[in-house]
């Protein structure tokens, strides 16, 4: 069979086209295969994230449920601490208003201070019949405009950080406050000194 040179030239290039292409193969099958490789390593680091993930967020449920057991105790023992005291070991708090005088009718300061006596000795008293009691320091709070005068109770109620809420007559401690920061905010509020 004779193969003329046009012939050969043509066989040639097809021979070159195709090492081209058997190279280009070889080389995509390569990549082929590091992209493989790359896509299971990167599969395996997936699993190790969602497995330490799973752990993580174990460990934060745990840690909640901790928290929200340790707060239930810690209401609790709250409760049990303000409510269900004996009688003779509850705190009292006392604050007394007066009310100043007007300079009319004659003869009223003199009544105004005859009645703040008896009621300061009536409180003596009680503090002398009772020396169970913790040691209580009574100060009078002056009739200005500051926190320490007839407006205590309202900028308590303005107070929207105070551990307290005034309900009627009493003083009732908001959820997540202990007694210690209602003892220390009417301490600090009216002016007055406690020892435990």
Known sequence: MTVNKSEES???TLRKKLEAVSLELRNTQLDLMDANDSL???QEELEDTQVKLGETQLKLQNTQAAHANSERARLAANRERVLMRPPRQQEVFVVLKFRSPQ???VGGYRLFTLLQRAVERILSQFIADNPDL???VMDKLRFDRSPRGHNVFQCIKDDKNAPIKSSRRNFII????TE???I???THAFKTHTQA
């Open 174 to 177: 908001k959820d997540g406050h």
């Open 40 to 42: 299971s390593s990167t």
């Open 184 to 186: 220390k905010y009417i």
């Open 134 to 136: 913790d040691a209580v």
């Open 103 to 105: 300079p009319l009718p």
């Open 10 to 12: 043509a066989i040639e």
């Open 180 to 182: 210690d920061e209602m």
